[in-house]
């Protein structure tokens, strides 16, 4: 019989102050799999990479909803990061690195740089005025 997967769900405003709070919530909740140190801080980061992303891109100059949805699975944990913003034009150009489309605000253009190298896989889906979803999935070898 296969063992039922763990899933949480938060919902929370585009505000500075939350990039921190998904970056803990998804720490505590991915400690069950009892991951390496480097395993957990990658998660931490590339979390925080795409919540970012959805509080200076997606949401500019306003505040939204960013709906963070995390499982843990046999091997690791999948994480899915949506916003319902402005959306990404050309996906494949923004995930260029150095490609930013604030350059006057010292924005590095690495944000889905740092995302991939910190997971094993991610997925960009947007849509002009409709939003953006982000899904990463990061192995964690278990200590357990």
Known sequence: MKKPSNEMKLIFPSLSENERLARVAVGGFISSK???MDELSDVKTAVSEAVTNCIVHAYRDTVGLIELTARLTE????IKIRDRGCGIEDVKKAMEPLFTTLPDEERSGLGFSVM????DSISVKSKPGSGTTV???KKLR???
């Open 34 to 36: 009892n991951p390496r």
């Open 75 to 78: 091997d690791g944990v999948y």
């Open 116 to 119: 991939e190298s910190f997971t």
């Open 135 to 137: 899904v990463m999935v």
């Open 142 to 144: 278990s200590r357990i």
